[in-house]
């Protein structure tokens, strides 16, 4: 069993950073690959970026490469990511979820544990 719990979120003008955490909790976190989803108000819920178990392979979005950076830190247990450049369309909740890696994809997938999400708001 894994719990997760994210932090950091918050609102922030445009052009302008957040850090995320994920703090996780059980003894298998460093098993499992993580990922970051977000999930604006009428969509779907959409993968962001993602980290294989080690920290050596990540795998971003379109949407948000060279703008966001994922990284972990399995002597914590926290996975992070770090966003710079932020725009309103940014705005969603994010959520971390311990998975699997989709190498053809490049996306996490067969989440086995979600988080229960950090709101993030960036003003225009």
């Known amino acids: 069993q894994v719990q997760l719990v994210e932090s950091g979120g918050g609102l922030v003008q445009a052009g302008g950073s957040l850090r995320l955490s994920c703090a996780a909790s059980g003894r298998t976190f460093s098993s499992y690959a993580m990922g970051w989803f977000r999930q604006a108000p009428g969509k779907e819920r959409e993968f962001v970026a993602g980290i294989n178990w080690s920290g050596g392979y990540t795998y971003y979005a379109d949407s948000v490469k060279g703008r966001f950076t994922i990284s972990r830190d399995n002597a914590k247990n926290t996975v992070y990511l770090q966003m710079n450049s932020l725009k309103p369309d940014d705005t969603a909740v994010y959520y971390c979820?311990?998975?699997?890696?989709?190498?053809?994809?490049?996306?996490?997938?067969?989440?086995?544990?979600w988080g229960q999400g950090t709101q993030v708001t960036v003003s225009s």
């Open positions: 979820a311990a998975g699997s890696v989709d190498i053809i994809r490049g996306v996490i997938t067969g989440i086995d544990y």
